[in-house]
């Protein structure tokens, strides 16, 4: 017989709750989590596209997926999703909080405070709200995990995205912190991302010079990243492969640069 080191990350028996997971990022890791025998919720706001684009991977995969609307601001919506994956397929093991987004703010001091607080409640408390709900499942689950889609601007401070990076930095703090009150019976990592091109990274507001710099980035293997190179460390975090790893941030994000070279302009 021989040693099969992919048995240990088969998702299999896994229930897995996906925010944001109707394109781009969320839906490759739902694509990869269901190719590796999870059961998947795909939550997302635009509820036609999460259910077309779950018909899509279960006919890819053969795993049993469904889609549906959710805000994750919304306390009743998030509810009524971990309800129906618990309904639906008897357990939840595995949430990936997935959702967020940033625009840019060129005058980092005219930021508004709605424009804060809008900006924590959908990167920041909608991840705690999400724990809140499907914690009771969690708990009771095999290889339960929480993964949260973090990113570098989480890291090294962004000026020129306050709200977002602000917002992502907390994101990082207070998943460390969560990692702490749930040990033993959930882990929880997050994965710091860098650019990666989608639809709401160009929707972000970058101006030409940006797009550029992060188009040809500047860092280890020379390239911005795709969504599948993002979903394979969700897929080794929330397998048993990730069984030891926990109050994690890593980064997927082409090898940021360390050093720096000088004489640099
Ligand atoms: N793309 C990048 O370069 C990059 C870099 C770093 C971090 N990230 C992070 O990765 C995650 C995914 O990024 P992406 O580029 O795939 O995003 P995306 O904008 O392409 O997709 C996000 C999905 O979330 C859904 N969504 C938005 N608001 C929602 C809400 N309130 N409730 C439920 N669903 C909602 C959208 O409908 C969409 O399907 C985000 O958290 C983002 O901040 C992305």
């Known amino acids: 017989m021989s040693f099969n080191?992919?048995?240990d990350f088969s998702m299999e028996g896994h229930?897995?709750?996906?925010?944001?997971g109707a394109q781009n990022i969320g839906e490759a890791i739902?694509?990869?989590?269901?190719?590796?025998?999870?059961?998947?919720?795909?939550?997302?706001?635009?509820?036609?596209?999460?259910?077309?684009?779950a018909r899509n991977i279960q006919q890819q995969t053969g795993s049993k997926i469904f889609g549906m609307k959710c805000d994750v601001t919304k306390a009743e919506d998030i509810k009524a999703c971990v309800d129906k994956a618990v309904e639906h397929f008897g357990g939840l093991s595995t949430l990936v909080n997935n959702v967020g987004w940033g625009q840019a703010n060129p005058?980092?001091?005219?930021?508004?405070?709605?424009?804060m607080i809008a900006s924590y409640r959908l990167n920041t408390l909608s991840a705690l709200r999400m724990v809140e709900a499907a914690?009771?499942?969690?708990?009771q689950a095999k290889n339960a995990s929480i993964t949260n889609s973090g990113s570098m601007v989480g890291l090294l401070p962004a000026f020129?995205?306050?709200?977002?990076?602000?917002?992502?930095?907390?994101l990082n703090h207070m998943m460390l912190g969560l990692a702490h009150s749930f040990a033993k019976s959930v882990r929880i990592n997050t994965v710091v991302i860098g650019t990666v091109l989608t639809e709401g990274y160009a929707a972000a507001g970058l101006d030409a010079k940006t797009q550029e710099r992060l188009t040809n980035p500047?860092?280890?293997t020379g390239r911005s990243g795709t969504p599948q190179d993002v979903a394979n460390t969700f897929l080794w975090l929330a397998s048993p492969a990730g069984s030891w790893v926990s109050g994690q941030t890593i980064q997927v994000a082409g090898g940021p640069k360390r050093v720096r070279l000088i004489p640099e302009d």
């Open 107 to 115: 005058d980092p001091i005219a930021v508004s405070d709605d424009d």
């Open 218 to 220: 500047d860092n280890l």
């Open 30 to 53: 739902a694509r990869t989590f269901a190719g590796a025998g999870a059961n998947v919720l795909i939550a997302d706001l635009n509820g036609d596209k999460a259910i077309e684009t």
């Open 135 to 139: 914690a009771p499942y969690l708990r």
């Open 5 to 7: 080191p992919f048995a």
């Open 160 to 170: 020129d995205f306050l709200a977002y990076s602000s917002a992502k930095a907390a």
């Open 15 to 20: 229930v897995a709750l996906i925010t944001g």
